[in-house]
């Protein structure tokens, strides 16, 4: 726990020194740019503390199974089904960690440069669209997100690389976002989800469109039953046709908490929606990714799976949530500046010893 709590203030504090080492920048829909030098001290410590971590977070035995399977492939061709009778589940992941295999068998490299990609790609995002930064950052960790990116390190791998892409569904670059999208999606095949999300998302916040998908969703949730043995035949033929039976009889469901976390900036979001875009009119966009991960975190109340497809749009909290701080008078965004910190940073600290596997914190040096 320590560590943790050591490496959410080093990224916090110099990612307030990168933002006051900064200058504007009007290229930028915040108007400002951090320091790109000082930027890499919080970045080094998010990765290293990722990066180096063992037997840390749910999923670390089954990546390392999987990085020794991909040894054993002969070429590359082999995994993409050239010349075999049957192509390797998400290629992209696994045509690269096949090379990391003539680097070292060890998969400790694979945990460092997940790492690396993943945050890499959230901090270059966030210096572009989170104001304040320092504030933007630390929710990365506040929302509990770069912890439970310790687990599914594929599909947070992919998110990230389309969070950083949000610049092309803001700017309706259609055809650069949908390449990135199927680049990702050789990673993690449900990255092919936000196609139809891109569409989506591109509405104004709360329009008729919006609030109809949303009572869609609400209906799902409490026909749960009815829906699920609809989603269970698209499911067949998938990377995820094992969670079949699981689905139809599992009640493992969200944590009602994650629920309210999810809600409650919505629910600021549409009690000050006119403020939110005179300070910045594509906040729609971010508005609609956020809701969609509180629908589908709807869903994921009935099962827990369902979660898995919030990872693509809960990251875009961090971007939306600083925003709070601008909507009021100076003493009242500092008041609620102060709250937002103190909120997710015990929300965090409570979660992590239930969430995700990821205390006892381990690192290489201690096997």
């Given amino acids: 726990m320590i560590v943790y709590v050591v490496n959410m203030g080093i990224v916090y504090i110099w990612s307030w020194f990168a933002k006051m080492c900064g ?11 951090p320091n790109q030098l000082v930027m890499l001290v919080p970045l080094a410590s998010l990765i290293f503390v990722s990066g180096l971590r063992y037997r840390v977070g749910t999923d670390f035995q089954t990546y390392a199974l999987m990085y020794r399977l991909a040894g054993n492939y002969r070429s590359i061709w082999e995994i993409f089904g050239i010349g075999a009778k049957k192509a390797a589940v998400d290629p992209g992941f696994t045509a690269l960690i096949w090379l990391m295999n003539f680097i070292t068998k060890d998969p400790q490299i694979m945990y460092f ?7 890499t790609f959230i901090l270059k995002a966030l210096a572009e669209f989170g104001r304040p930064f320092e504030l933007s950052v630390f929710l990365f ?9 310790f687990n599914g390190i594929r ?17 309706g670059s259609w055809k650069r976002y949908f390449l990135i999208v199927l680049l990702c999606s ?16 591109r509405r104004r916040a709360w329009s008729p469109a919006i609030f109809g998908l949303s009572a869609l969703f609400l209906l799902m949730t409490f026909l ?31 944590n009602v908490v994650k629920i309210a976390v999810l809600l409650l900036p919505l629910f600021l979001a549409f009690c000050y929606r006119e403020r939110l875009r005179k300070l910045w009119p594509d906040i729609d966009v971010i508005v609609n990714f956020c809701l969609l991960g509180l629908l589908f975190g709807l869903l994921a109340t ?37 709250a937002i910190i103190v909120c997710y940073f015990l929300y965090s600290y409570l979660l992590m010893p239930v969430d995700s596997s990821v205390l006892p914190y381990r690192t290489i040096f201690s096997r």
């Avoid at 920048?25 to 740019?33: A, I, M, N, P, V």
């Avoid at 599909?155 to 700017?171: D, K, T």
């Fill in 141 to 149: 960790l506040g929302t509990y997100h770069y912890y439970a990116s």
């Fill in 224 to 254: 749960y039953q009815k829906f699920i043995s609809v989603f269970v035949v698209v499911l067949e033929n998938s990377s995820y046709g094992h969670y079949e039976k699981w689905l139809m009889t599992n009640t493992n469901g969200m």
């Fill in 23 to 33: 200058g504007r920048d009007e290229s930028l829909s915040t108007g400002y740019r």
């Fill in 302 to 338: 009935k099962d827990v799976i369902f979660a898995r497809f919030n990872i693509y749009f809960g990251l875009y909290q961090m971007i939306l949530i600083p925003y709070f701080v601008r909507v009021f008078d100076e003493k009242s965004n500092a008041l609620i500046y102060i």
């Fill in 186 to 201: 050789l990673f993690h095949s449900s990255a092919l989800i936000m196609i139809p999300v891109y569409f989506i998302v």
């Fill in 155 to 171: 599909q947070y791998m992919a998110a990230a690389a389309l969070f950083w892409a949000v610049r092309y569904v803001i700017s």
């Fill in 113 to 119: 440069t997940v790492a690396v990609v993943t945050c």
